[in-house]
């Protein structure tokens, strides 16, 4: 087995038990599930719009959406989708006229993210099983690329911006919230 399909595994099985599980996070013990969404940056406002698990399941870092120009009638694509709290807001940002598409590779979380879109009543928002070096999603067809906390799990990088080069339109845009480390210690790294 390659060591990315070793990566890929591991983090699927991560983000596999943090949803199934009762009160921890992806990233270890937690006070309450869902508290990181408020961290990240979602207001009241924001978690009020959504169904509740959306919330109690983000693993993010951040609220790429807050920074974005998404309109009405654009398409959306968000890597690594999760349980969908960024397909559920930018779903509403886009409305009736756009559309919005989720990857996962985690069955877990496509299930929950489906389940919370019925739940929101949003018939323009598809998730899609898939990773994000070899996204399926057709050529210059997306407005926005939106991730949040997800590339810095990508064992091929360069391959997923080169996919994200390949999926938006002619004067599309990227908007990324995520970790960037440097000079880590080595125990870290090991981690």
Not at 5 to 29: F, I, L, M, Q
Not at 108 to 137: C, S, Y
Not at 172 to 184: E, F, H, K, P, Q
Request: aromatic share 4%; with cysteine; glycine share 10%.
């Amino acid at each position: 087995m390659s060591d990315s399909k070793k990566v890929r595994e591991t983090v699927s099985e991560t983000y596999a038990k943090a949803v199934s599980g009762p009160s921890t996070g992806c990233c270890g013990p937690e006070p309450q599930k869902g508290a990181l969404a408020k961290l990240a940056g979602y207001t009241e406002e924001n978690l009020a719009s959504i169904p509740a698990d959306a919330a109690a399941n983000s693993f993010g870092c951040g609220n790429p959406l807050a920074f974005s120009g998404v309109r009405e009638g654009e398409v959306v694509l968000d890597l690594g989708s999760g349980a969908g709290i960024d397909i559920i807001l930018a779903g509403k940002m886009v409305g009736l006229s756009g559309r919005v598409i989720g990857i996962d590779m985690t069955d877990e979380m496509i299930e929950r993210a489906r389940e919370n879109i019925a739940a929101a009543g949003l018939e323009n928002v598809d998730v899609r099983k898939g990773i994000i070096e070899d996204m399926p999603v057709e050529d210059s067809s997306v407005d926005w690329v939106i991730s949040n906390c997800v590339i810095n799990l990508s064992p091929e990088k360069d391959k997923v911006f080169s996919e994200i080069h390949r999926v938006l339109k002619p004067g599309g845009r990227m908007l990324v919230s995520d970790i960037v480390a440097r000079d880590l210690p080595e125990w870290a790294l090991a981690s």
